[in-house]
């Protein structure tokens, strides 16, 4: 893998050099993304339910359950299939650890 992703390289989004090198080092991957889907829109479709992925940025830890070792999202009324903690947070963890300790996570 030489890492000549198109995606990065020929994006008409990245309109400077160190943008393409920020796209490269992996400081943000928005561009390719929006690049990726421009070029192909029948293969891109958005999860507003989060019924596949969740960022968990803007949401408290008491907003999620641990049910059966599997996250419980009350906004949702259902199980979260991938939650995303921001900045190293796992999500599961400490609600794992909560419960073990039985307390509530808030």
Same mark, same amino acid.
């Given at each position: 893998?030489?890492?000549?992703?198109?995606?990065? +390289?020929?994006?008409?989004?990245?309109?400077?050099?160190t943008e393409r090198r920020k796209l490269?080092?992996?400081?943000?991957?928005?561009?390719?993304?929006?690049?990726?889907?421009?070029?192909?829109?029948?293969?891109?479709?958005l999860d507003y339910g989060a019924r596949l992925f969740l960022n968990t940025?803007?949401?408290?830890?008491?907003? +999620?359950e641990l049910r059966d070792g599997r996250i419980w999202g009350h906004a949702f009324g259902r199980e979260v299939c991938f939650a995303?903690?921001?900045?190293? +947070?796992?999500?599961?963890?400490a609600l794992l650890e909560c419960q073990r300790a039985e307390r509530d996570p808030a």
């Open positions: 893998n030489n890492f000549r992703n198109p995606y990065v +390289f020929h994006t008409s989004l990245a309109r400077t050099e490269q080092v992996g400081v943000s991957d928005q561009l390719a993304w929006h690049t990726y889907l421009w070029k192909h829109p029948q293969e891109i479709a940025a803007g949401f408290k830890l008491q907003d +999620f995303h903690g921001n900045g190293g +947070f796992n999500v599961a963890w």
